[in-house]
């Protein structure tokens, strides 16, 4: 079946340093998204891409990076500058066209140690 | 810029009976999307039901049927007969349509959520 993958489920960063996070798709979309969910708030969106080699900064980007090398994948890294990295990931994909959905992986929680 | 208001924060239903959610968003376009997403504690975003702004006849998917006030810029998600299985947070998003932006984009703006709880 396709769907989107995230990896890992639970994640640990130490003070100072990097993590990716892992998004893969194989539901042939174009467009793939990050986003941050936060208790008591809603999705924030932190980057996204429409194309292999081009990605958009979203609401909340500082602190992240993305690649796009891969139409399948889109992993995120959680830098040493985002100071409050402690949240829920969503990854999510879609056909970018007319009213297509976005699909979602099931997330990844980061915590600090 | 566009936001989505989700008035709510915690809602309760027996179950078999109907509970409707809320939600307004606030845009100066004319074309745009709305869609209802459902998060389960497995913490999965699921889509429940979508909107597209220039058809007037209301969404309905089985149980989920919307109330969808262009003018009033209301939102509002039914869901009638509910389920044990339907306890979750509800999300409203609005999504813009492409040609608003001269290409393709698919960025959603969510509320803040609903959480909704079934009473057996």
């Known amino acids: 079946d396709g769907g989107i993958t995230q990896s890992p489920k639970y994640l640990f960063r130490k003070e100072g340093q990097n993590v990716t996070l892992s998004c893969e798709q194989n539901l042939n979309h174009d467009a793939m998204y990050w986003y941050r969910q936060d208790p008591g708030q809603g999705l924030r969106l932190i980057y996204y891409s429409q194309i292999v080699n081009d990605f958009q900064k979203g609401d909340i980007a500082e602190g992240y990076s993305v690649s796009r090398e891969k139409k399948e994948s889109f992993p995120l890294t959680v830098t040493s500058a985002q100071k409050n990295p402690t949240a829920f990931y969503l990854c999510?994909?879609?056909?970018?066209?007319?009213?297509?959905?976005?699909?979602f992986g099931d997330g990844t929680r980061l915590s600090i140690l | 810029a566009q936001t989505v208001t989700q008035s709510q924060p915690e809602m309760s239903v027996q179950e078999a009976e109907t509970v409707t959610l809320s939600c307004t968003y606030d845009t100066s376009e004319s074309d745009y999307y709305l869609f209802w997403y459902k998060q389960p504690p497995s913490r999965q975003m699921i889509l429940v039901i979508r909107q597209e702004a220039y058809k007037q006849q209301n969404a309905t998917e089985n149980r989920f049927s919307v109330n969808f006030q262009k003018a009033a810029k209301s939102f509002s998600l039914k869901i009638s007969d509910s389920q044990l299985g339907d306890a979750a947070m509800y999300f409203c998003?609005?999504?813009?349509?492409?040609?608003?932006?001269?290409?393709?984009?698919?960025?959603?703006?969510f509320g803040t959520g609903t959480l909704l709880a079934v009473q057996p």
């Open positions: 999510a994909s879609s056909k970018d066209r007319g009213n297509q959905p976005q699909h």
């Open positions: 998003a609005y999504r813009s349509a492409p040609w608003n932006y001269g290409g393709a984009t698919n960025k959603l703006i």
